[in-house]
């Protein structure tokens, strides 16, 4: 949920250039983000593909809303899904679907919802690492912290002697 939160404050264009360094330096983990049914949105059946304006029901613009042969013809990744629902423009953080013969926006922030599931639950540790450094790197005044936990006390002492 801090994840989803984080990246819905984020600008669309910023994440572009982060999915672009994903495709371009890390092909197997593209793969594994927007490439899942489980979102819901576009309401066409067996066959829904991304595209920036779901003008009938096997498109949509929501990550994680493929179905059928729209897994498999070219969609099935991040830097496909940010290029082909033209994030750098619209859709972020949250995107359109078709439904009942119109297009709508879908869940709020849904696509921030999405992206971040995908990079908590379908990413190893090593990929994750990874990610968080390219997100430092491509995301404006972003950095990385981690503190796992503290196994020792410090403790200062200032002292002054005449």
């Known amino acids: ?12 264009k910023d994440i572009v250039q ?13 793969k594994k983000v927007c490439n899942g ?3 819901s949105g576009s309401d066409g059946g067996s066959n829904i593909a991304y595209a920036a304006d779901p ?5 949509t613009a929501q990550c994680s809303n493929l179905k059928g042969t729209g897994k498999t013809d070219g969609n099935a ?16 953080p949250t995107g359109m679907i078709h439904s009942s013969s119109s297009k709508k926006a879908g869940t ?24 968080a450094g390219l997100l430092a790197k491509t995301i ?9 936990a503290v196994s020792s006390t410090s403790v200062m002492v200032n002292a002054c002697y005449d």
Not at 1 to 12: E, F, V
Not at 55 to 59: C, E, G, H, S
Not at 111 to 131: F, P, R, S, W, Y
């Open 140 to 148: 404006e005044g972003g950095e990385v912290v981690e503190i796992r």
């Open 55 to 59: 003008t009938d029901n096997t498109k």
């Open 37 to 39: 049914e489980y979102m």
């Open 77 to 92: 990744s991040f830097s496909k899904f940010v290029e082909k629902v033209e994030l750098h423009d619209k859709n972020w």
């Open 18 to 30: 982060f999915a672009k360094a994903v495709g371009v330096s890390h092909p197997g983990i593209d």
């Open 108 to 131: 709020i922030n849904g696509n921030a919802k999405a992206v971040a599931k995908d990079l908590v639950q379908e990413l190893n540790h090593d990929e994750k690492t990874i990610v």
């Open 1 to 12: 949920d801090n994840l989803a939160a984080a990246l819905a404050k984020t600008s669309g």
